[in-house]
């Protein structure tokens, strides 16, 4: 009876230390949350906020509706998504002195440079983990090597990039075609160059996923006579998809908010919209935080949209080594 009585006691300790570990553990996962969450609940408010709303002292948090202080407007997002011939619409201009500034061109620059070379660098970093992984191209630690390209911080390549875009490049095509040839400022030169930063991501990534396939499974279909580009297209492909979704994912973030190469490799013809933000801290624009708050937010939906819709993919990549074990 005594044992019983001292176990029940331990176990009713065990539980009350056990909730209040769980308590606090979700206390500051909380507390971590909302930091997180904070800077993003003040570009959406600050969005909606009308000039004289953006640095009021002290701030108005919530809008009126709400009880808050500031009345919501949206034209801040109306002079972003204006249509005119030229780029700016004088209705809806705060004063007489402000520039055209639609991110109509931006947004499309970087929908196709981000979605093209992830694609890109998708395809490059599947085919070459899979030699990777079943030849051992490259040797023993070469998997571990391709990352060293990534420890090369984008300034220290961004200027050499610069003059062999702006200058070799078209004196060489110059020199043998007769034509001169540009990469500077064009949606390949910048497309390549994401391709060339992001593969080592992708190898890296994509090796996870390609050693976890069976080899058996590929061995059964040579035996039943099937080629290796079949047996990698109805065999490997359909097995490491989820993990393909994953990487194009992380890829595609990256590429959609690239800004240092974007800046010093692009510009005027090409403008990405981390750049197009940017111009919202100079000094030819001022400081135009309602549309540069909506500019973010804009930057920010396609991505949250896109983990959303590929939410089932992403379980299934991040736990399919798991899986497999």
Avoid at 55 to 75: A, D, I, M, R
Avoid at 93 to 122: H, V, Y
Avoid at 253 to 258: A, D, G, K, M
């Amino acid at each position: 009876m005594m044992n019983d009585a001292h176990s029940r006691k331990a176990e009713i300790s065990f539980a009350k230390r056990y909730n209040l570990f769980s308590w606090f553990r979700h206390g500051v996962l909380l507390g971590w949350a909302s930091i997180v969450l904070f800077p993003i609940f003040w570009m959406i408010s600050t969005s909606f906020k009308d000039s004289g709303d953006w640095v009021t002292w002290p701030p108005s948090w919530l809008p009126s509706f709400l009880g808050g202080g500031y009345k919501t407007t949206l034209l801040n997002y109306q002079q972003i998504f204006a249509f005119s011939a030229s780029g700016f619409d004088e209705k809806l201009s705060r004063e007489a002195t402000e520039q055209a500034f639609n991110i109509w061109s931006s947004l499309g620059d970087s929908a196709l440079i981000a979605s093209a070379s992830s694609l890109l660098s998708l395809l490059l970093g599947t085919f070459l983990a899979y030699s990777i992984s079943r030849y051992s191209v490259g040797g023993k630690n070469f998997r571990y090597m391709i990352l060293t390209i990534r420890m090369v911080p984008p300034i220290v390549i961004a200027i050499p990039i610069v003059m062999y875009y702006a200058i070799l490049i078209p004196y060489a095509t110059e020199f043998i075609t007769g034509t001169r040839l540009s990469l500077f400022d064009s949606y390949t030169g910048l497309g390549l160059l994401y391709v060339a930063t992001t593969l080592p991501f992708v190898i890296w990534m994509m090796l996870s996923f390609i050693d976890e396939v069976p080899y058996t499974l590929e061995h059964a279909a040579k035996l039943m006579g099937a080629g290796r580009i079949y047996t990698l297209r109805r065999v490997v492909v359909p097995l490491v998809a989820p993990g393909m979704v994953v990487t194009f994912l992380f890829i595609f973030i990256l590429n959609w908010s690239e800004f240092l190469l974007a800046l010093t490799l692009t510009q005027p013809k090409i403008s990405t919209l981390p750049v197009l933000l940017n111009k919202f801290q100079s000094a030819v624009e001022g400081r135009l935080y309602g549309p540069q708050a909506a500019i973010g937010t804009v930057i920010t939906v396609p991505v949250v949209i896109l983990g959303i819709l590929i939410q089932k993919h992403l379980i299934k990549g991040f736990s399919f080594g798991l899986m497999r074990k």
